[in-house]
């Protein structure tokens, strides 16, 4: 890497492939779901894991992933609301456990194609950041999708009526595709 970014973030085209395949073999974080690098995960469920970033910017900074290999933000549709709100669960309970009691806490996405490993995975920070210029990454509309946003988003998706889905969805975009719109 050596660019200068978090390990996980750093724009770069995603590779074509499949949503929830079976697990992609150059995947670092299929990887780690697949039992390397043990000693980095601090938890795990059958359908979640997580671990610190390897390369921090922020005072805290855990990484939250399905076990499974779920590709980014723009597969996620309606049937995913309940996982999405889990990983908010997970990151969040992790954060009270080891960041400092009081920390401002951010726990969001980036939407592709801002993100280097395309396998979803839910930044969970408590503040600052280190370097604080990092926080640009963290904040611009476009780039970064705060956690209770998707859930929102996902939420206000499974309300309408399926025709109006369909729609939505005719453009192949999921829900990133609704990108910095102002919703
Ligand atoms: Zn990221
Ligand atoms: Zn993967």
């Known amino acids: 890497m050596g660019s200068g970014l978090c390990d996980s973030c750093f724009p770069r085209r995603a590779k074509a492939g499949r949503y929830r395949d079976e697990p992609v073999p150059d995947c670092p974080f299929c990887g780690i779901v697949a039992?390397?690098?043990?000693?980095?995960?601090?938890?795990?469920?059958?359908?979640?894991?997580?671990?610190?970033n390897i390369r921090p910017e922020a005072a805290t900074h855990l990484l939250v992933v399905p076990a499974a290999h779920v590709r980014n933000t723009d597969?996620?549709?309606?049937?995913?609301?309940?996982?999405?709100?889990?990983?908010?669960?997970?990151?969040?309970?992790?954060?009270?456990?080891?960041?400092?009691?009081?920390?401002?806490?951010?726990?969001?996405?980036?939407?592709?194609?801002?993100?280097?490993?395309?396998?979803?995975?839910?930044?969970?920070?408590?503040?600052?950041h280190s370097p604080p210029w990092a926080a640009i990454k963290y904040m611009l509309p476009g780039v970064w999708l705060s956690s209770a946003d998707l859930a929102a988003r996902l939420r206000r998706r499974r309300q309408r009526p399926s025709g109006l889905l369909q729609q939505e969805g005719g453009g192949g975009g999921g829900i990133g595709a609704e990108g910095g719109a102002a919703v």
Do not use: Q
Not at 35 to 52: D, M
């Open 35 to 52: 039992g390397k690098n043990p000693e980095r995960v601090i938890f795990r469920t059958e359908r979640l894991v997580a671990f610190p």
């Open 75 to 128: 597969v996620l549709g309606t049937d995913d609301l309940e996982m999405v709100e889990e990983m908010d669960r997970v990151g969040r309970e992790l954060l009270a456990k080891t960041a400092p009691a009081g920390s401002e806490l951010k726990l969001g996405y980036h939407v592709p194609p801002w993100r280097s490993i395309d396998h979803l995975h839910l930044h969970c920070m408590a503040l600052p």
